[in-house]
Each structure stands twice: as structure tokens, then as C-alpha cells.
């Protein structure tokens, strides 16, 4: 075996691979990426705290609270 450093090769620039060639998609993978940019992901719950911090925001006043 001999003490020369091992070459590698560079990594392969994977996104104009795929820009280049449209068959390389599997199917449905454009429209499920349009889908998800028109309709992003929204935790479950995140309307029930926007409605809670509502709420709490229309809260009367309190002793000594004056308008």
C-alpha cells in the first residue's frame, strides 16, 4: 500500500442534474410541491391559540382600569 492521499471525486451537483432533465421526477412530485407551497403546513390547535389570545385581548377592565 502506498502512503499517496486517496483521491475523491466531487460530489455531483444533484440540482442541475435535475433542472436539466424533467424525466428524472418521480411522478406527482411537482404538483405535490405546488400543493404544498399554495397550502403550507399549520399546526394543529395554532386556531384554537389565535382565538385564546383574542379573548384575552377583549378581557373587561379591571379595578382601577380606566378607559
Known sequence: MTDEPRKISPAPNWVSIFTLRDDLN???????????QANPYV???ADKEEKTKEKKKKKK???N???
Open 26 to 36: 418521480p411522478p406527482g412530485y411537482v404538483e405535490t410541491f405546488l400543493e404544498i
Open 43 to 45: 399546526k394543529p390547535g
Open 61 to 63: 377592565l379591571g379595578r
Open 65 to 67: 382600569e380606566k378607559t
